[in-house]
Nanobody
């Protein structure tokens, strides 16, 4: 029922900025949390940022804190990732994730917490 579609990934120079967008669609979409993960070659997806949909509280990985900002819109359900001061080590495939099913715990930094994922969008930061 739920589909997540990322957009905005592209080539950008070191120090530049980029905004990713993730639109959630579905007849009965309900979100408890939405987040961003990224995957480097040969590695598992790692946590980047997340937002509690009800409270608006935000969470960041140490590697992006102070540079990236997550935000959301309620109608339509959309999450954004504003990325500033980009570095070559930020180069990765970025995935949008959503927790739609009721949960018994709050672990938005964990991949297993999310039940829906987008297809990913490539961000490449050139030296």
């Amino acid at each position: 029922q739920v589909q997540l579609v990322e957009s905005g990934g592209q080539l950008v120079q070191t120090g530049g900025s980029l905004t990713l967008s993730c639109a959630a669609s579905g007849r009965t979409f309900t979100s408890y949390a939405m987040g961003w993960f990224r995957r480097f070659p040969g590695k598992e997806r790692e946590f980047v940022s997340a937002i509690n949909w009800s409270s608006g509280n935000t969470y960041y990985a140490d590697s992006v804190k102070g540079r990236f900002t997550i935000s959301r819109d309620n109608a339509p359900n959309t999450v954004y990732l504003q990325m500033n001061s980009l570095k070559p080590e930020d180069t990765a495939v970025y995935y949008c994730a959503a927790r739609s099913n009721p949960h018994y715990y709050w672990q938005p930094r964990e991949r297993a917490y999310y039940d829906y994922w987008g297809q990913g969008t490539q961000v490449t930061v050139s030296p």
